[in-house]
Structures are given as C-alpha cells and as structure tokens.
C-alpha cells in the first residue's frame, strides 16, 4: 500500500508527511514530500525506525490540522506489541515539531532502541514538479555539523545561504553517518514496567535571506493550540446561516484555511503585510489572481485581507520593461518566488509578470473595497497605481490599439495568461490552438467592470470628472464592441476567446459565467447565457465544467477543459444571481457545498469533470492544490450570492 500525503500548513511553511508520519525524500507523485519554507525543501527525510526496523501503523494520520498517528513494533498475533509509539507533529513559522511518547507494554523494565534519519536536501520546488526539469547548480555544496542535542544542516551557492538545525530534548545518544547525506540520531530509552518516555523533536529552518529571530513551538499541542487561536479570531464575528448548517460548515472551514494559508509580504511604503498565498503545496506564496479573488469573496466578512492585498501588489507593481517583456508599465504582478531557481534567474518567477487579468481585478478589487467598507484610504494613497494600471489596461494592455486586452504566449513562460493558463486550455471546439494574439472573453469582463469602478473612484474620491467621464465611455465602448464580435449566434454564447485575427475561438466555456459576474452582458444575453451553463452538458450536479462536454476537446481529468473548479462556480453563481437567475445560482451553490460536505467541509482546487448522475461522490483531480485560498472563500461568496437557503 503506497503511503499517502498529509498537508500541514502554517503561513510560508508546510511540511508533508506519510500515514506513519514520516518524510522519505521520493520524487514524483501528486504532492512534494519534505518541509518546505519559501520555495525551498528544508527536511527531505525524517524516518522513525524502533529496534533497527520500520514501525506498523495502528492509526494513521489523517487529513485534519494536527498530524498524530500511533505505531507499534513489527510483530505478529502470537508476539504482542512490545510497546506502542504515539506520534504527534506539527509546522510553525519556518518550523517543524515533533512529540514522540512510547508506552511500554511489559511488566519489567526494558529498553527501546529509537532512531530517526534525517536529511536536508534544499532541493527548490521547482525541481520536483512532474515535468521533471533538471537545474544546474555550479559551485553548491552541502555541509552538515553535529551539535550537543542535534545536527544542523548547511547549503551554499554563491551568496546563498539556507540551514535546517534538528534539536532533541533528551538529546541523541549518537549521531550516525548512513552512508549518504543523512544521518541517523540515535537513542536508547529505558522504560519503566508498563511506563512511558517521551521525546522531544524541534527543527527550525533559516531560509535564505531570513533576519528575523525564529522561535521554534515548544511542541506540538502548543503550536495546535495558537493556530486554533488564529482560526477563532478569523472567525469571529461572520455570522454562518443556521438555514444551511453544510454551508455554515463550509464556511468555518474556509476560513480556518484562510487564517493558516497567509503568507508575508511588504507594502510600498516597506510596511508587513500578511495576504492570501495561491495554495499548497505548490503555490504557497503570493499569487496576484488568487489573492484578489480571494479577497473579494471574503470582502463582506473578513476586509482585511482587501486591506492588505492592495498595498502588497502596489508594492510590486510593474515600473518599466527592463525585468522582462512582460513587466510592462503599470501591469500587475502575477507571481512572486523567493527560491533558489528564482534567485538566480533559472526560473522567471522571482517577480513575473505574465496576467492579462491580474491588473484589472486589482482595480476591481480597489472600488469594491471603498464600496463596501466606506475607507478611503487605500483609495486615496494608491491612486499613483491605479491610474498607472488603467494606464497599462489602454496602452500595453490592448485595449486601445486592439480594443480588447490582448496577451502572447510567454517564451520560459506562461502560453496563456488568463484564469486558464495551462497550455492548451485556450483552445476551440475541436482542441486546435490559436497562435499569436489571444483576446480571452473573462479578461475583457473584467477590464469592464475595472474602468466602470475605477470611473466611480475617480468622481466620488479623486474628484476627477473628466476622467471618470473618459473611463465610462471605454467601458461603454467596450461592451457594444465585445457582444458584437464574441457573441456566437448560431451557439447563443459567446465565443472562450479571439485569435490574433478577430476569428472566435469557438469551444463552449465556463468563462461566459465570468461575463456575468462584471456585467458586460446585456440583460438578455446574460439570461441565455446563465441558463445554458445549466444545462447537463455544462452542469456536471457538482458544479458547472470548465469545457461543455460532447465538444472533441472536452476531458474530465484535464486541468482546464473539462474539469469543475470551485472558485470558478462561485463567480458564475455571483454572475448568476446579478442577473436575477437566482433558481440557477442555489442550484450551483448547492451542488458545490454537496461536493464539500463529502470532503469535511472543504473544497479543493479543482474537481473531476465526472457526472454525478454516475458518479454519486465528486472524482479528484489527482494534482489539485488541497489547501487553495481561492476555494477556501469560495463558501463565503456562496453566502454572498444565495444567502442561507
């Protein structure tokens, strides 16, 4: 039986461990295995043996917050378990502990003999991802230095520096080499007839660039009890809809996901923020898309995360070309990486550019914040960026020369740029491909929706009449232009996008949904619309697919061709509900809390396209992101959109 992946997560750390609470350093599979901080693995193994052999399981860990498993000696029916092992760990701010109590099963005194292999491989995420990429590192060496209660752990590049330091309490009786880079803490523990020991395991991670004086939990239960406290505050004050106890539920655990997936970032004027990170275990950092969604589902309950959200992508936001041909001026950040690959310029996401529609949201996500909490401020102190971004959204963006936002597939980088950016999402019906210029339909939704608030910003807090008046008349422009070239009318829909040439790129999309969500249908286009994305094809009883099904380019297991994505349901059924499809809109929200309520309340990243009519339980995606900020709102825009019922 292959070992499964647990997730543990703590703002910019999370660690990965197996059913027996172990790390073992393999390559491949769905999810990275080691603890991770800031792109870079910083335990790569972390095995328990008991008297030289791999303990059984007698409890797994489980998928909940806390990771505790019990073990027990090999043995068989005649040979009782000498002892039994109870395992409890849990990640802190660029940190990993470990309690490990044994019970001793016997009468008289005995002694166990324990030891853990650990390693620190530093290996950058970017290395273990499944399109197995390889990296040079010139001139990197490891090191390793045993200490009184542990070992520490060493990694230089050039001017790259990261350490990992292991600490026991009692600690080890030995430090053994192993005949590779790990090495083996040893101990023999002597327990008392029928009595109990326990040992104390803390590692503490200095990722490159940390100046900060890190405080390791002091164990386990402590660290569970402050998340626990995290999560309590973040939940304070939403009030859940007693109507629909598995919504209720699903919001409580949307938002304790949100408190643990907040990750640092720095304000423009050097401030620390904290924001929404993308997911893990593979996008625990700041990802412009994803934050500003996020953002705006929980705007009406949780503000804060608006409030920081804006100010941290003002701080990055682009200021000329000379990062890459796609840091154009006034455009907003797609991504932010601090590894290694990143560092050194190997990968191009230290700070990447590469969204057509990051920019846009962030102007949506601006007015919608003044809008609905009456501050201001942000408002006042960012409109340098704002108007810088309206300034990208008519120049480089496209919209003046082109009349849509308008993006290129990225060399090293992105092929497309919009919501659906992996490389053969943007397709037509048949799955061909367009080359060249793509003109995306959700992008210029929300390039309509970003000039209309942004107008309104303009006039009621910038006093500035004529620029209103110059935003408003774009946005109007735009929507004559949009419904005239995207709209299909042998299909009644509008087309997923435009190629270089004007042609329609003719597959039928969840994206139309998007269009509902900023408006920039007339109302009777939108009612057509919103009806046809319940229709079975479209609709899958677990939420509408990103590909209509019976079109050749339709998959279930695909990324973006077939799949159902949960935050891409919560913005058609916001659309949905805008338009007065209200019927349609509880019908998705329901479909979407049902598929939660079958995984503990939580929602993943993305979900199978599979039908439920023959599939009575949502199929996962096999590399969805588990914890993602995005679906962690997704209940909270449900509430937003269809109330309690």
Known sequence: MTDRHHLLVHGATFATVGDRGDISGVRGGGSPDGLFVRDARHLSRWQLTVDGAVPEVLTPVTDSDAARCVLVPRGGRQEPPAHTLFRRQAVGDSSFVESLRVTSNRPEPTTVRLAITVDADFTDQFELRSDHRTYAKPGAVRSREVLDDGIEFTYRRGEWRSRTTITADPAPDAVEETGTGARRLVWALGLDPHGTTELLLRVIARPHGEKRALRVPRDPASQDQQLLAVEGEFMEGVAFPSSWPELAAACARGLADLAALQVPATGPDGEELRVPAGGAPWFLTLLARDALLTSLFALPYRPELAAATLPALAATQASG????????????????????????????????????????????????????????????????????????????????????????????????????????????????????????????????????????????????????????????????????????????????????????????????????????????????????????????????????????????????????????????????????????????????????????????????????????????????????????????????????G
């Open 321 to 644: 070309t000379g990062v890459s041909p796609v840091a154009q001026p006034g455009k907003i950040v797609h991504e932010v990486r601090n590894g290694e690959l990143a560092h050194f310029g190997q990968v191009p996401f230290g700070r990447y550019y590469g969204s057509v529609d990051a920019t846009p949201l962030f102007l949506i996500l601006l007015g919608a914040y003044v809008e609905r909490t009456g501050d201001q401020i942000p408002a006042r102190r960012l409109e340098p960026h704002a108007r810088a971004a309206v300034g990208w959204m008519l120049d480089h963006g496209g919209l003046t020369s082109r009349g849509y936002l308008v993006y290129r597939a990225d060399e090293g980088g992105l092929a497309n740029q919009n919501w659906k950016d992996s490389p053969g999402a943007i397709c037509c019906a048949d799955g061909t491909r367009p080359t060249g210029a793509v003109m995306a339909a959700g992008a210029q939704g929300y390039a309509y929706d970003a000039l209309r608030r942004t107008a309104w910003l303009a006039r009621t807090v910038w006093g500035d009449e004529t620029y209103a008046a110059l935003l408003e008349q774009v946005a109007a422009d735009l929507r004559d232009r949009f419904q005239r070239d995207f709209w299909m009318r042998e299909h009644s829909f509008p087309a997923l996008a435009l190629d270089g040439q004007g042609r329609q790129i003719d597959a039928l999309a969840s994206d139309a949904g998007h269009l509902l969500w900023s408006g920039l249908l007339d109302k009777e286009y939108g009612e057509v619309v919103g009806r046809r994305l319940l229709e079975p094809d479209f609709f899958s009883g677990w939420g509408v697919r990103t590909l209509a099904a019976g079109q050749a380019a339709y998959h279930p297991l695909s990324y973006h061709r077939g799949s159902v994505w949960p935050h891409d349901n919560a913005l058609i059924t916001l659309g949905l509900a805008r338009y007065g499809l209200h019927d349609e809109a509880r019908t998705v929200a329901r479909s979407l809390i049902d598929a939660a309520t079958v995984a503990g309340h939580r929602l993943p990243e993305v979900l199978a396209g599979y039908g439920r009519d023959t599939h009575p339980e949502p199929v996962p995606y096999p590399h969805a992101c588990v914890r993602e900020s995005r679906s962690a709102a997704v209940p909270l825009a449900l509430l937003a959109a269809v109330g309690g």
